[in-house]
């Protein structure tokens, strides 16, 4: 029997053959903590009895969840950790650089084969470029921090084909809610989860890292493609590390292989309060939506803030809607000037705020009123989760969160392509 | 490690903005200030109802969503002595542990609020006082079990200086 893309990872790690079910001690290549659980780490790093980051070249702290601060306490969290960053030596992404999972492939820390762990559940997303890449919490962190490598459970795995050719205005934003909402918000616990079939072929590895970065809504462990021609091609020029691309053997040994057939699906929004709550747009068209929100880890590359700038061109705002726009990194927020992007974001009547994951947290950035409808592309819409449980969220692609921004109601984005 | 109190009962797919809600846990690293809101969003009275060695029990998927530690830490610090459900996210499941709060795998449907219980983390298995019935826990894997002996990974890792499998 073959290997899974998650038994080959571990086991060219190990330099032995491994299989799911095993439990082993293995070298972490990456890991990061953000600005909500790097304090923690640090505090266990010292409880630890930790001295010394074993190698402060694999590690990155990335403050983006509350970037720039709201608060003192928070800017005494941020201080903490640009001490700590100081004191190690370790890299430190401050204000303004971006969020984490759009940060560490655009900077090039992640290559294919890798083992990464960050301190934040979507940590999954760059398993589209063949990283068995995984969220942990803060105690974790420091120990891999600490000691260079930490303990897994060599996850089975669950092998999702996905067949056909997406339609227009069907991005893969869709695909990751259709298959949420399939799957369910712990249809993959413990596992990881295999993309494959030509949807993954043709999609850019931009529009992968979507799929990948919500497998954790389904409860999975890592969201795992193979590097092709085009995830080779996205990474020259990044890094200066050595890929190790791992395939699936064609007899692998899976828990389950599902196949879908996308060609006939529409663009997809999961309702409050669960991720896994996914509805055609056709079902909740019309609903009114004060707040749209365009970025985080999700959808806030340079092609998601061309899709909503395409439909955005030439049309405003609806005066009833604020749409907040957060860039996931500066090189996307550069690349988006220069292609006049966000002159037309603007003009539209977009706010736009600094690099970083935006609203989605809750902690600033634009928190909705009581009784208020949102729209967002982001990845989690639990009640509470922008900061007020009174609130409602509705989770769409870029090109649904732009045409409803315009129409100041849940919209079909094929109405305005 | 004999365990034994009162069970709070929730649903399925308790997340953990639930358990503390992203709006309050960025701002400080004082856990008994944070366990004030702990569960807030689903029962804004649970804080007050809970007494220490209580439990807290669910359904499927408890502790899904993000990596917050603050997650299982909020839920020490407001007195419970142990999480059961039926099944647990991955990510919470491994912080509880290394932050030495016992969560037990086991069917919890029959359970009811206000059952007094009785865990035995050793035995692995779960007395529910109130209705006579006795649930078996799925098993930690070794290494857990240490971890969570030693009250967490930190004290873990000063002890063993590394992982032992």
């Known amino acids: ?417 | 490690m004999v365990l034994r109190g009162k069970a709070h009962v929730f649903g399925d797919d308790v997340n953990t903005d639930y358990i503390i809600s992203g709006k309050y846990k960025f701002k400080t690293l004082d856990m008994d200030e944070l366990a004030r809101h702990c569960m807030e969003d689903l029962d804004p009275d649970f804080v007050n109802k809970v007494r220490p060695g209580d439990f807290i029990v669910a359904g499927g998927n408890f502790g899904c969503g993000s990596s917050r530690e603050q997650a299982p830490l909020v839920i020490k610090h407001a007195g419970v002595a142990a999480v059961l459900a039926r099944s647990f996210a991955r990510i919470f499941f491994r912080n509880a542990i290394n932050k030495g709060l016992p969560v037990v795998e086991c069917d919890t449907s029959g359970i009811r609020e206000g059952d007094e219980l009785e865990v035995d983390l050793g035995a692995g298995r779960v007395a529910n006082l109130t209705r006579g019935t006795v649930l078996e826990m799925i098993p930690l894997p070794p290494v857990m079990m240490d971890i969570l002996r030693e009250g967490g990974l930190a004290a873990y890792l000063r002890k063993h200086g590394g992982f032992r499998l």
């Open chain 1, 1 to 417: 029997m073959g290997l899974t893309i998650a038994e080959k990872i571990f086991s060219a790690h190990l330099g032995r053959e491994v299989r799911a079910g095993e439990l082993v001690v293995v070298e972490v290549d990456f890991m990061m903590g953000q600005d909500g659980t790097s304090p923690l780490a640090i505090r266990a790093f010292e409880e630890m009895g930790g001295r010394r980051v074993r190698d402060p070249s694999r590690v990155a702290l990335v403050i983006d969840h509350s970037a720039p601060s709201p608060l003192e306490g928070v800017s005494n969290l941020h201080a903490m950790m640009r001490r700590f960053a100081a004191e190690q030596g370790v890299g430190l992404y401050d204000v303004g650089c971006g969020v984490c999972h759009c940060l560490l492939p655009e900077q090039g820390h992640v290559v294919p084969g890798d083992i990464v762990v960050g301190a934040d559940s979507h940590t999954t997303t760059y398993g589209a470029i063949n990283a068995f890449s995984t969220g942990v919490g803060s105690t974790d962190l420091a120990a891999a921090m600490l000691s260079g490598s930490l303990w897994f459970k060599v996850p089975e795995s669950i092998r999702l084909e996905l067949r056909g050719t997406l339609g227009p205005g069907v991005y893969s934003k869709d695909v990751a809610l259709y298959l949420a909402g399939r799957l369910t918000a712990d249809g993959a616990t413990y596992l990881a989860v295999e993309y494959g079939g030509e949807v993954v072929s043709s999609l850019s590895v931009e529009a992968r890292f979507t799929i990948s970065n919500m497998a954790v809504e389904m409860g999975a462990k890592a969201g795992l493609m193979e590097a092709d021609d085009k995830v080779m091609g996205w990474l020259s020029g990044r890094t200066s590390r050595a890929p190790r691309p791992a395939s699936p053997d064609p007899d692998a040994s899976y828990r389950e292989v599902l196949e879908f057939d996308l060609s006939d699906l529409g663009p997809q929004v999961a309702v409050p309060h669960r991720v896994d709550d996914v509805r055609p747009v056709e079902e909740v068209e019309g609903t009114p939506v004060q707040e749209a929100v365009i970025g985080t880890c999700t959808n806030g590359r340079l092609e998601d803030l061309e899709e909503a700038a395409r439909i955005l061109a030439g049309r405003r705002v609806s005066p009833e809607v604020r749409l907040v726009v957060a860039p996931a990194s500066r090189q996307v927020l550069l690349r988006a000037m220069e292609k006049g992007i966000i002159q037309r974001l603007v003009e539209a009547g977009a706010a736009l705020v600094t690099p970083g994951c935006g609203p989605c947290v809750g902690t600033h950035n634009g928190v909705p009123a009581d009784g208020e409808n949102v729209i967002s592309t982001a990845n989690r819409n639990f009640k509470g989760r922008m900061g007020n449980a009174k609130a409602f969220i509705y989770l769409a692609s870029p090109a649904t969160v732009a045409a409803s921004a315009v129409a100041g109601k849940i919209t079909d984005p094929r109405r305005m392509l």
